[in-house]
């Protein structure tokens, strides 16, 4: 009997011991990191990174360690304007030259106890620039505080400096007021122009075509290779986003930057140029000025259109 037990207890542990190892193994943690303790991320205007009692969570093969959060550690963070934003968190660890990063929430907001001597920025304005587009200010305004006492100003583009868009990418510029100076980010892009973007111009226009004079639409897009395709319609042309352009409607275009400006030229019909001459919010203005076909030099400006964006 003690024989036959004997016989019937080992499987039973070598079940039990292989249930255990499947189960534990369906647990295992991913490599990775996660918060384990909580840092500051309540912050007033001005005030510096604070991670004092900030830790991480490592976990790499099922194992997990602490790692104290250092400032070096943390990058995107900024206490220059009011609002809610997300700081990065990184860790690498160099045994296995493998990184990990982690978004961290943390809010900037006006100390009514403490108002310090100096600007930030109380009403944003635009940062997101095309290359050669022009500064553009409206609505910006300062917080000025100077004893105590805290003052809107306007900001004004004598205030400001550093400020190009003559080549692409992220770029700071500078604003100061009286003894103070502040740094604001920007981004500048090459090209307002986005494939199979189509742009209208805000009214009907008179134009003489095969069936005569009729009012139409002017539509611009643009299909690649520096080409921009062109049609006079009341309703929005078939072809757009298909790829499939009429030879007569297709036009390549040059960009430039002329005096700081982004101008775009492209031939016309009848001896004449289209120029894009301003850069808008959610278009551009397209003007049709006449050239000396013996020449080549620029006329009067034969007509003006306005172009907003439809899809």
Known sequence: MKKALKF?????????????LVACGGNTTPDGISLHSEFKTEYYLGETLDTAGGILD???????????ITPLMVSSFSTETVGTREMVVTYTDVTIEKTYTLLVSYTVTEDPNKLVDGIVIRTAFKTDYYIGESLDITGGMLNYTKEGVTTPV??????ISGFATDVTGAREMVISYGDYTITVSYSVRDTIFELNTAYRSTDLV????NDGQSENYLYVWFVGDN???MQW???????????????ENRRSYTSKIVDGRLVVE????????????K???????????MVNPDTQEVGETFATYTMVKIK
């Open 8 to 20: 019937f207890v080992l499987p039973m542990l070598m079940i039990c011991s292989l249930f255990t």
């Open 58 to 68: 490592y976990t790499k093969d099922g194992q997990t360690t602490h790692v104290a």
């Open 154 to 159: 306007a900001i004004e583009e004598s205030m």
């Open 206 to 209: 008179s134009n003489t075509g």
């Open 227 to 229: 080409t921009m395709a």
């Open 233 to 247: 319609s009341v309703e929005v042309p078939e072809a757009i986003g298909q790829g499939s352009i009429a030879v």
């Open 266 to 277: 492209t031939e016309a019909q009848y001896g004449g140029k289209y120029v894009i001459t």
């Open 279 to 289: 850069i808008t919010s959610d278009g551009f203005e397209l003007a049709m000025v």
